[in-house]
């Protein structure tokens, strides 16, 4: 049984069977390949970096990919799922692997980059400025939003269930947030590309003042 004080039936749902079988889902076809043409566009920005951290890793598909690219950064991760936890920490690219929510997350660092993918779209509306503050606060320069876009709130119905994927402008919110935040490039990756297939996302990466 977890010891995670859950603050939302989100929470506890992505850190149970409904979540265990989503880790079983996010495996093969090509998921690790289409990841690193995705990343390499990102850190064409950026550069090479010393350090980042995912929040909601899951089983470590997007940082499988960020270490075939930079091999040498410290790769953290923040998982509420117990399965992808484990595989997470059997996989063995982390520096940190922290079980736990990322809403009670507070890093010891900061991050040259905090990234968030396919996460965001899943936590309560309420509790996503808590979440926009674990993201700020744990980056000292970079910081990337990978969703689903809305130009208004709504919610989705998820494989049936209600009150578990959320759209919106992230992004757009988390500068509002924190005015100081520039953006640096933003994009959309598309299910039906040729190469690299990835779900439909739009990304924003966006720089602190440095």
Not at 164 to 189: H, Q, S, T
Request: with cysteine.
């Amino acid at each position: 049984m977890s010891d995670i004080n859950y603050k939302t039936e989100q929470e506890q749902f992505w850190s149970g069977k409904f979540g265990d079988a989503y880790v079983d889902r996010n495996v093969g076809g090509g998921l690790i390949e289409s990841n690193i043409a995705f990343f390499a566009k990102i850190f064409a920005h950026t550069g090479l970096i010393d350090s980042l951290i995912e929040l909601g890793a899951n089983r470590g598909i997007n940082l499988q990919a960020i270490k075939r690219l930079l091999p040498d950064t410290q790769l953290d991760a923040v998982e509420i799922n117990k399965t992808a936890h484990d595989l997470l920490l059997k996989w063995g690219g982390c520096t940190h692997v922290y079980h736990q929510s990322a809403l009670d997350f507070s890093a010891t660092q900061q991050y040259d980059l905090s990234i968030v993918k396919g996460v965001l779209i899943h936590i309560s509306p309420e509790y996503l400025d808590k979440m926009y503050d674990v993201l700020y606060q744990s980056s000292k320069r970079w910081i990337l939003i990978a969703e689903y876009y809305n130009p208004t709130p709504v919610e989705i119905e998820y494989r049936g269930h209600a009150g578990r994927l959320f759209k919106r402008d992230f992004a757009g919110e988390l500068m509002d947030r924190y005015p100081d935040l520039k953006i640096v490039d933003y994009g959309f990756v598309w299910h039906r590309d040729a190469r690299y297939p990835l779900g439909d996302t739009n990304w924003f990466l966006m720089e602190k003042p440095t």
